[in-house]
């Protein structure tokens, strides 16, 4: 199994940490001479973290890969962690809409789906007030409405032409 992204073990980020916690905010040039003292401090696991991204096969220069991770990425990673934002309900049109959708492109061929599509709202226009009105009672917005039907009725189009 070929590796790609060499990690560092668990027990050299939690000390790592620990240093990056006391010498956020340092100046560049303080920065690294602390890197450097800490090194040294540390020097036994260090040097076990080398032996083992040796072992796995990594083949650049393990301690410039160390410090440039410490200097550029773990120094400025964010110790908050971000809510996920939450997602939209996905609604779906009825069947009876769908196949409605389905037999009008297939009666209708037109050059571009756009065109199709304007015909088929002048087509049912019933049809079109009634999928509102559904979508309203559920407190959607209008504008996503009309984007739904939309991407709706050109899938529908995309799949009937690719099945041609």
Not at 107 to 126: T, V
Not at 140 to 158: A, G, M, P, Q, S
Request: some cysteine; overall charge positive; glycine content about 2%.
């Amino acid at each position: 199994m070929e590796i790609y992204r060499y990690k560092f073990s668990s027990v050299y980020l939690t000390k790592v940490q620990v240093f990056i916690n006391v010498h956020r905010f340092d100046e560049p040039d303080v920065f690294k001479e602390a890197w450097g003292a800490w090194v040294m401090q540390n020097n036994e696991m260090v040097q076990r973290e080398t032996r083992r991204l040796t072992n796995l096969g990594y083949e650049g220069n393990i301690s410039d890969k160390m410090y440039k991770s410490v200097r550029y990425y773990f120094k400025n990673k964010s110790t908050i962690k971000a809510k996920p934002k939450a997602r939209r309900g996905y609604i779906r049109l009825d069947k009876s809409t769908l196949d409605v959708m389905d037999d009008y492109i297939s009666e209708e061929i037109y050059a571009k789906p756009s065109e199709s599509f304007q015909a088929f709202l002048e087509a049912h226009p019933k049809l079109i007030c009634n999928i509102k009105t559904s979508f309203l009672d559920k407190d959607v917005k209008e504008d996503y409405i009309d984007l739904k039907i939309k991407k709706t009725y050109k899938n529908r189009c995309f799949k009937h032409f690719k099945n041609m």
